[in-house]
Structure formats: structure tokens, C-alpha cells
């Protein structure tokens, strides 16, 4: 899979991601429907350490989907209180 870049004249700068050697010239933007241009730009071969690589990947991903926490970072973990189990669920089949 490799990610080819789109430009939609609404929307700005788009990547997607196909098989390579299947990327089409126009895509329809995903936000807006209309016709987008593929642009080129330099490949990112890996040239760098995995790790930097892992943590720029990890970078990229969470601007877009960030992980959810539920304490900031550097917070010490408390124990988070739990539901006495249910007496019911020991009646259910097991696999
Ligand atoms: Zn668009």
C-alpha cells in the first residue's frame, strides 16, 4: 500500500491510501465529492530508524484520531473502582 496525494480545490491537500500502481489521475474528495487532482511530491523511503519512523507515524495518526486517556500525562494512575460482578453472568454458556 502506499499513500498518493490529492489536491481538492475545496478542501486543500487530501492523502490516500491504495495498492501501488493503482492511484488514478482524479479521485472525488471524501469530504466534499468533488473532483480532485493527484499532485506528486518526493517519496519518503525509509531512510530513518524504525523508532523515529514508529514515533512520526504515531505522530500522524493521532492528529487526526487521538488516543483517548483519562488522566494527563505524568498523572499517577488511581484504581479505578469496579462493578461487584454479576451473579447472572455465571450462568451464561461458556465457549
Ligand atoms: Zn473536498
Redesign the pocket.
Known amino acids: 500500500m502506499a499513500r498518493y496525494g490529492y489536491r ?4 486543500g491537500p ?1 492523502e490516500i491510501t491504495l495498492p501501488i500502481g493503482t492511484a488514478p489521475a482524479t479521485v472525488a ?1 471524501p ?4 473532483t ?1 487532482a493527484r499532485v506528486f511530491s518526493a517519496p519518503m523511503l525509509g531512510l530513518a530508524d524504525r523508532g523515529r519512523m514508529a514515533v512520526i507515524d504515531h505522530c500522524e495518526t493521532s492528529r487526526d484520531a487521538p488516543d483517548v486517556v483519562s488522566t494527563p500525562a505524568g498523572t499517577p494512575r488511581r484504581s479505578t473502582p469496579t462493578a461487584p460482578p454479576n451473579p447472572a453472568f455465571a450462568r451464561l454458556p461458556r465457549p
Not at 469530504?31 to 468533488?34: A, I, V
Open positions: 481538492c480545490t475545496i478542501d487530501l474528495c469530504s466534499c465529492g468533488e480532485s
